[in-house]
């Protein structure tokens, strides 16, 4: 039988643990927490698993991410209506084209009508799920290897100036969830600046305990 409730995926079990602690018993009956795992190709692969294993009536992933801008306050817990694939096209760094630069669609379907297709950008239109308690304009930039340093997030946020935040998952997680029409919503932490690799700067546990409050006002919300 069909689970039909929220599934809330996480990258790491330090992730989840963090975030599933803080949540009250009642919340977590009402909510399926798993783990996606590292990476997009992970994320993508697992997250369609557990779609088709559990079939939720939303996915949502958490976690933690990097500011690429001074909007995207560390510490601070935020949703994203947009996200864009960073790393799959040709070249790297200032030389680096997308696929769509390059005139590819990432998934073209045999029947748009029925699987749809998307770009580089997949864009939350999920009318049932109005949480959005912190959103923010722009873009989250789901890249293949998060960035060195911060001239490597300065080039990433120079081509992609509407990039937000930067993570490694949420891209391939709303591309599992839009192939196999579940709505999908995207709550991130931000533990760090961007290419800042020196995580006693990192506010980690700051970001995933409001990423806890913010998964708890989303189910609040959706009840």
């Given at each position: 039988?069909?689970?039909?409730?929220?599934?809330l995926v996480f990258?790491?079990?330090?992730?989840l643990?963090?975030?599933?602690a803080e949540?009250?018993a009642?919340e977590?009956q009402?909510?399926?927490c798993?783990l996606c795992?590292?990476g997009p190709v992970?994320?993508?692969?697992?997250?369609?698993?557990l779609?088709?294993?559990h079939k939720?009536n939303?996915?949502l992933?958490?976690?933690i991410?990097?500011?690429?801008?001074?909007?995207?306050q560390?510490?601070s817990?935020?949703e994203f209506a947009?996200?864009r694939?960073?790393g799959?096209?040709?070249?790297?760094g200032?030389?680096f084209?997308?696929?769509?630069?390059?005139?590819?669609?990432?998934?073209?379907?045999?029947?748009?009508?029925v699987?749809?297709?998307f770009g580089?950008?997949?864009q939350?239109?999920n009318p049932?799920?109005?949480?959005?308690?912190?959103?923010i304009e722009?873009?989250?930039?789901?890249?293949c290897?998060?960035?060195?340093?911060?001239?490597e997030?300065?080039i990433r946020?120079?081509q992609?100036?509407a990039g937000?935040?930067?993570?490694?998952?949420g891209?391939?997680v709303?591309?599992?969830?839009?192939m196999?029409?579940v709505?999908?919503?995207v709550?991130?932490?931000?533990?760090?600046?961007?290419?800042?690799?020196?995580?006693?700067?990192w506010h980690t546990e700051?970001a995933?305990?409001?990423v806890s409050?913010?998964v708890?006002h989303f189910?609040a919300?959706?009840?």
């Amino acid at each position: 039988m069909p689970d039909c409730l929220p599934l809330l995926v996480f990258p790491t079990q330090h992730e989840l643990a963090l975030v599933e602690a803080e949540l009250s018993a009642k919340e977590r009956q009402h909510i399926l927490c798993r783990l996606c795992g590292f990476g997009p190709v992970a994320a993508a692969s697992r997250t369609a698993t557990l779609v088709s294993l559990h079939k939720p009536n939303v996915v949502l992933l958490a976690g933690i991410a990097g500011s690429l801008d001074p909007r995207c306050q560390i510490g601070s817990s935020y949703e994203f209506a947009a996200v864009r694939s960073y790393g799959i096209g040709i070249g790297t760094g200032e030389n680096f084209q997308s696929a769509e630069d390059v005139g590819w669609k990432q998934w073209q379907g045999e029947n748009e009508q029925v699987n749809g297709c998307f770009g580089d950008v997949i864009q939350r239109t999920n009318p049932h799920t109005k949480s959005m308690q912190k959103s923010i304009e722009g873009e989250l930039l789901s890249v293949c290897a998060a960035s060195s340093s911060p001239e490597e997030a300065e080039i990433r946020k120079k081509q992609f100036p509407a990039g937000m935040a930067e993570d490694m998952e949420g891209f391939a997680v709303a591309a599992a969830c839009t192939m196999l029409k579940v709505p999908w919503v995207v709550i991130r932490g931000i533990s760090n600046t961007a290419g800042d690799r020196d995580q006693s700067n990192w506010h980690t546990e700051e970001a995933l305990h409001n990423v806890s409050k913010h998964v708890s006002h989303f189910l609040a919300d959706t009840q």
